[in-house]
């Protein structure tokens, strides 16, 4: 099927708020390429200030040397892979002059909760439509655009004659009342408000475009699924594959969705885990635990059940941790014998589960992850405020990993979730280009309707932690060497 997808897609808008930042609305500018410098220059300043939050110049000056201008152009090259070389080349100013959505491509996250609807069933309503179409064929299209992610999760679509519905669609030209006006002819075609009350969710389409079912025009189906995408809370991809990748593609293969489209889609709806609100809860070590004694509770853990398992488990500074629930193992490297107990017996204040933990030995650090947010323990210290998982790079939709890994020979860190997985690169601190990937693609041998529990890295093997159960995995060979019990890494 050859289908058209949106010249300048959509342009999500999370509603101002506590932790919240809407994009910056840019006048309208020339629209042509222009072969002079200074063109160049005026057309990237213009586009790193909208999209990648350069900031402007005292009196509209530009400058093409700062360290902050050449930064953001490698910030913008390795988002869309590209030779991250911070100077405006040939391929770079091409991908500048294409036609693309408007919301930003890096994001600033500054809160701790993810952009979703609280709730599976979600309805949505049309208000004004538009001049080309019938307005049954508007219709068909734009429930077959819902459909897209219906099938694809576990949403289900309602259409509503009221106008409080949680989806408003509209078609509407230039200024239509949300401070973020149309620009005419082939500009942004769309633009969707992330889920929220009021203007939340709200679809507004350009009806100075020419839409159509076929393939000439704009095609509504395409641009409104993309559009539904964003209406959901889901961002921009870096994959060319991708439904949500932000710039025009003029076709696409018969598959509307990718395999990272459905991806995220079902792990930003899948069922949320209990939350403890933590986040005020953060402390500072001042004394070294796990080489001193410790109060245990009269209730201990069997640490050598058959069915024993963890959460995580790490290096930390000399010793290895291993996570359950609230619940801590110290195996020491150069002590006989195991440290045991609650978790803020060792770390004070840290007064949850740990649900997945990595060290980067050039760092003397360790992370522990609790759902969206993640402490540093540098020594034994726990470092400072718990920080959001998207210091990583992860998208707003990522509010939780099942397992990490940091391998020291590549200098990458892994992190699991559900059957996929991500690629962090330590020494330039942004996620590889092309994540996530399917587990059972990389790592042959593991069972993909499992959930890694953790994973641990030494002498070159990978032990993933799935149940009871430890995978020695070659990492060079890619095959599972070795089976044994969760429990033996206990003594038992």
Not at 231 to 249: C, V
Request: glycine letters at 8%; a neutral charge.
């Amino acid at each position: 099927m050859h289908v058209m997808l949106l010249s300048c897609l959509a342009l999500v808008l999370l509603m101002p708020g506590p932790g919240f930042t809407a994009p910056t609305f840019i006048p309208e500018a020339e629209c042509s390429p222009s072969t002079e410098p200074q063109g160049d220059l005026k057309l990237a300043t213009e586009y790193l200030q909208q999209y990648y939050n350069l900031k402007a110049e005292p009196l509209g000056r530009m400058k093409r040397s700062g360290s902050s201008f050449t930064s953001k152009v490698k910030d913008m090259q390795i988002f869309f892979g590209l030779n991250v070389s911070g100077v405006l080349d040939t391929e770079t100013l091409e991908v500048m002059n294409s036609p693309r959505c408007g919301v930003p491509d890096v994001d600033e996250y500054s809160h701790i909760q993810g952009t979703r609807w609280n709730k599976n069933v979600i309805t949505y309503s049309i208000g004004r439509y538009t001049r080309d179409l019938p307005r049954s064929t508007v219709d068909s299209l734009i429930e077959s655009a819902f459909s897209v992610w219906a099938r694809a999760s576990s949403l289900t679509f309602v259409k509503s004659r009221t106008h409080n519905a949680d989806i408003m669609v509209e078609f509407v030209t230039y200024g239509h009342g949300d401070f973020y006006p149309f620009d005419g002819p082939r500009g942004t075609l769309a633009h969707a408000f992330g889920p929220g009350l009021g203007i939340g969710g709200d679809t507004h389409f350009d009806d100075d475009e020419h839409w159509t079912a076929g393939e000439t025009g704009f095609n509504l189906f395409v641009v409104a699924a993309h559009e539904f995408g964003h209406a959901l809370g889901l961002k921009h991809s870096r994959n060319p594959d991708s439904l949500m990748y932000p710039t025009y593609k003029s076709s696409r293969s018969g598959n509307l969705l990718s395999r990272e489209d459905v991806a995220n889609i079902n792990a930003l709806y899948s069922p949320v885990r209990g939350r403890t609100n933590f986040y005020s809860r953060y402390g500072l070590n001042s004394y070294n635990p796990w080489l001193s004694g410790s109060v245990f509770p009269q209730l201990m853990q069997d640490k050598c059940a058959p069915d024993v398992t963890f959460d995580a488990v790490s290096t930390v500074g000399d010793a290895t941790f291993f996570f359950k629930e609230r619940y801590l193992w110290i195996k020491h490297n150069a002590q006989n014998g195991i440290k045991e107990g609650p978790i803020s017996n060792f770390m004070p204040k840290i007064e949850t589960s740990i649900d997945a933990a990595f060290w980067v030995p050039r760092r003397n650090s360790a992370y522990l992850i609790h759902e969206s947010m993640f402490w540093t323990v540098k020594g034994s210290l726990v470092r400072g405020k718990p920080r959001p998982l998207s210091h990583f790079g992860f998208p707003a939709w990522v509010q939780d990993v099942d397992a990490a890994v940091h391998i020291v020979k590549t200098g990458r860190t892994l992190f699991f979730m559900h059957d996929i997985y991500w690629s962090y690169n330590e020494n330039r601190r942004v996620m590889d280009f092309g994540y996530p990937k399917y587990i059972s693609e990389d790592f042959p041998g593991l069972n993909a309707t499992t959930t890694i529990n953790a994973a641990f890295h030494k002498e070159g093997f990978i032990y993933f932690f799935v149940g009871p159960q430890v995978y020695k995995y070659d990492y060079a060979q890619k095959q599972t060497v070795g089976v044994e019990k969760a429990n033996s890494w206990l003594g038992c």
